[in-house]
């Protein structure tokens, strides 16, 4: 039996690397061959990971790939480790894990993402293990939820029966899952806030009744330590790593307003402050249970046939090739192809599509997606780890945990913003009193407030909100964006490039007329033809069989039957007919009456199909090589259909010729609809690029109203295009996934209308549907995105600086001042949940 493959990750030192151009010659290289999952090449730092399964491809022939191509590899012995990380309050506490990570000796490319509470990174196992990692990540504060090395398709459902994480921690009590009211009694977050907060109110009444101050200040304490402790214990490991986040400047605001005496001060603040920080995590589980609610999709067991019975075994022990049986209502538990039944597959979680698919014999069907109507026995052709919804899983978690250029900037400015801060906090505490005699109570009271204000938490998790909701958005509409930075590019685009073949035409010729020479009717050149070419497995021949099947035509067997490489076939048809097709035909689809009672007459059958004669179907060659002269009518129309951009097929027999089909590849249903979507979400330049003769580019991009083409080009006139195309503009590709990866990788973003497995490794953005009114949405999705995230950020340095202005001059105290901070970090997160409701493009 077929054994599950093993994925493995390897990282690489490459040396000799000159520019750009010569990671991307070294990823395409690696993504062709076979086994390889993912590839990343860093020119700046020489670095190269692979993804690739064991089974298939060996590290040394991933080495010699690399040298082939005059490179030189050191094997870097580096592993990559995920991990769930628990009890961040914001964007800062990411980047407080990332600073304690990063040191530690062996560890590098530390990415940590508040959004999606992941952490990932490399560490080299000779200088650092992963116990050690693990305690620093909970010496900082926080806890582990679990963890993993980074295997691509290696993923844990939530299903305590299926299996025990490698290295699992008991999940911490501030479990976001929650997002009803529950939330505040079972989180110790929640019940933290609704202590600090009747601690609050108890203060307050012993104030207003007069009763000892002791008392009040004995209620407010106990507010201050119940919801400051996390806070402060927060801001102490942020001094220890020499950085300054919110919670430290948030300490020592409650801290000196205890000093001078404000006990209610500090209590409200830190009250306040707590509320905050838990109403955004409350708020961020919704986008995060976007992937738990992926992980749900796939039933935790399979029921599969083993000998003579059916037996339920969880999925992760179902091998390739083993046979499960669907029966109606059930989920489909494993990517496989239909062996016997047919029914109707709600495939909506995976591709968005509204309508159930009809599945029969030969179909694919995915992990996932529900069984309607009939019973259905399906081959396994992928194991647990390596689904389709597996590989989506991963997909929108990686591009969740990545950041986007804005959300770059943001952090990159942070830092250099909080120091200045705090400097200038310090400043406003000590130079009013000791150079102007001014009172120092009142000034170190105003540095105090400017310090709450000053917390760029608002800032930080205005990008990352944002992006998470909207790939939130886009993965239930079956679009992935494979990161932040796609889903930006997408709405900076100006132009957007097609590829032809498989892109806007399906990939399929498809017959578009047929022709007679008088002879015989229409009918009748179709139905002889398709009666020839049925033993053949040439496309035109099966494009002139499925339009037969179409009309429900019923199709005779011919006999002596000859493939003509390059030309066509020749054959025979049984002697003696009483008229009609005898009653042996072959009948496919519904039966209908039969078309040669209307088509042609009797003695027409008895002329051309009850005799000797020998037919022949194919090019004009093989008609030339017989001997058998084409008229001007001829020769007329295969010009005229030649120009139309379409293939002429001749059907005749030995004594001349009864008629042609022309076929071209077929022109996908919603392409013309798609494009006039993208024109009206903004998009104005769209423009077709392909291989084919100039003719067929003319006729394809007058069919769906493209005005600009570019036809007759070699993969390296592509690129060419796309890199002329670029010097005016963002410039976006769409492809297959498989042909013209040089064009694809040129481009500054890909989409992929394919098929999912290559799409889900090649694109940037893939189109799991291939639906082509998907990349209208895809764009103003992107559009909306860069939109939201430019309101949040200027919004955000908006009310900073108003109020830091305010508090510094004394109009506003501390209250206000959490107020204004946490009243801004939620409306800048409530802004970008916003887009997690984006459906389709409206009209």
């Known amino acids: 039996m077929t054994q599950i493959p093993s994925f493995k990750t390897q990282a690489f030192q490459v040396s000799g690397m000159d520019c750009g151009s010569c990671a991307k010659t070294i990823e395409a290289s690696l993504q062709q061959l076979s086994g390889v999952t993912e590839t990343s090449v860093s020119f700046a730092t020489g670095r190269v990971k692979v993804s690739y399964n064991s089974d298939v491809l060996s590290e040394a022939e991933i080495v010699n790939s690399i040298t082939a191509l005059g490179y030189s590899v050191d094997v870097a012995p580096t592993k990559t480790l995920q991990v769930q990380v628990g009890g961040m309050d914001c964007g800062s506490c990411a980047k407080t894990i990332e600073v304690g990570l990063q040191q530690l000796p062996g560890v590098s490319d530390v990415s940590v993402n508040f959004a999606t509470e992941r952490l990932q990174l490399s560490y080299d196992p000779q200088q650092v293990s992963e116990k050690t990692i693990l305690y620093q990540i909970t010496s900082l504060g926080y806890t ?80 201050i330590v119940i919801a400051g402790y996390p806070i402060a214990r927060a801001g102490l490991f942020e001094l220890r790593l020499r950085r300054a986040d919110m919670n430290l400047l948030m300490t020592i605001s409650v ?251 399906q990939g399929l010729p498809v017959v578009q007329k047929v022709y007679d020479f008088g002879k015989v009717s229409a009918n009748m050149v179709l139905q002889i033809a398709a009666s020839l070419e049925q033993q053949s497995e040439h496309p035109l021949s099966k494009a002139i ?34 008229g009609g097709f005898p009653p042996n035909s072959t009948v496919v689809g519904t039966p209908k009456p039969p078309v040669v009672a209307t088509a042609y007459s009797k003695g027409e059958l008895e002329e051309y199909l009850e005799g000797e004669l020998l037919y022949f179907v194919g090019n004009q060659r093989l008609f030339l090589d017989q001997g058998i002269r084409l008229s001007d009518k001829a020769e007329s129309l295969l010009v005229e259909i030649e120009q139309l951009g379409q293939i002429p097929v001749l059907l005749g027999t030995n004594e001349g010729l009864l008629g042609a089909i022309a076929l071209s590849d077929g022109i996908r249903l919603e392409a013309t609809e798609a494009l006039r979507q993208l024109r009206r979400v903004g998009l104005k330049r769209l423009v077709m690029l392909t291989g084919d003769r100039t003719a067929v580019a003319k006729q394809i991009a007058q069919q769906v109203g493209i005005t600009e083409y570019r036809a007759e080009l070699l993969p390296e006139d592509k690129l060419e295009e796309i890199q002329l195309l670029r010097q005016k503009g963002v410039v976006g590709m769409v492809g297959d996934g498989i042909n013209d990866a040089p064009a694809l990788a040129a481009a500054d973003i890909s989409f992929a209308v394919g098929g999912i497995d290559i799409a889900l490794e090649t694109a940037d953005v893939v189109i799991v549907g291939s639906d082509l009114r998907q990349l209208a949405y895809a764009v103003e999705l992107s559009r909306r995105t860069v939109s939201v995230i430019q309101q949040n950020v200027v919004f955000s340095l908006v009310t900073k600086g108003l109020f830091l202005l305010l508090g510094t001059f004394g109009f506003v105290g501390l209250a206000v001042a959490v107020l204004a901070d946490t009243g801004t970090s939620l409306l800048v997160t409530a802004n970008g949940m916003r887009l997690f409701k984006t459906k389709t493009v409206k009209d």
Request: glycine share 8%.
């Open 144 to 223: 582990v939820e679990h963890s993993r090395d980074a295997n691509p398709y290696d993923y844990e459902h939530d299903h305590s029966h299926n299996h025990t994480p490698a290295h699992s921690v008991p999940k911490p009590t501030q479990n976001t899952a929650a997002t009803n009211w529950k939330f505040w009694l079972s989180n110790r977050r929640g019940q933290s806030v609704i202590l600090a907060g009747i601690g609050l109110i108890l203060g307050l009444l012993a104030q207003y009744l007069a009763l000892p101050i002791f008392l009040a200040r004995a209620f407010y304490g106990i507010s």
């Open 255 to 505: 801290v000196g307003a205890v000093i001078l005496g404000d006990w209610f001060e500090g209590a409200l603040v830190v009250f306040l402050f707590s509320l905050g920080t838990t109403l955004q995590v409350f708020t961020f589980g919704r986008t995060r249970n976007a992937i738990r609610a992926l992980m749900d999709l796939t039933p935790p067991t399979a029921t599969v046939k083993r000998g003579n019975q059916e037996v339920t075994v969880p999925v992760e022990s179902v091998r390739l090739g083993e046979m499960l049986t669907i029966r109606p209502g059930q989920r489909v538990a494993l990517d496989g192809v239909v062996i016997s039944g047919n029914s109707s597959i709600d495939q909506s979680p995976i591709t968005g599509e509204s309508v159930p698919a009809d599945k029969e014999i030969g179909d694919t069907v995915y992990a996932g997606t529900m069984n309607q109507t009939g019973f259905l026995s399906v081959q396994v052709t992928h194991t647990a780890g390596d689904t389709t919804v597996a590989k989506i899983i991963h997909l929108v978690e990686q591009a969740q945990g990545s950041r986007a250029p804005t959300q770059q900037w943001v952090d990159r400015f942070a830092e250099v913003y909080t120091p200045i801060v705090i400097l200038i906090a310090i400043a406003i505490a000590l130079i009013p009193p000791l150079a102007f005699a001014q009172p120092f109570n009142v000034w170190v009271y105003r540095a105090l407030v400017m310090l709450v204000i000053a917390c760029p938490c608002a800032l930080v998790i205005s990008t990352p909100v944002s992006l998470v909701s909207a790939i939130g958005a886009a993965t239930r509409q079956g679009v992935l964006f494979k990161g932040g930075n796609a889903l930006e590019t997408a709405g900076h685009l100006t132009t957007l490039a097609f590829d032809k073949t498989g892109t806007i035409t």
């Open 545 to 578: 069989v499925a339009k037969a099947h179409e009309q429900g035509m019923e199709l005779e067997t011919p006999i002596n039957f000859t493939a003509l490489p390059g030309k066509g076939i020749q054959a025979n048809f049984r002697e003696q007919r009483v």
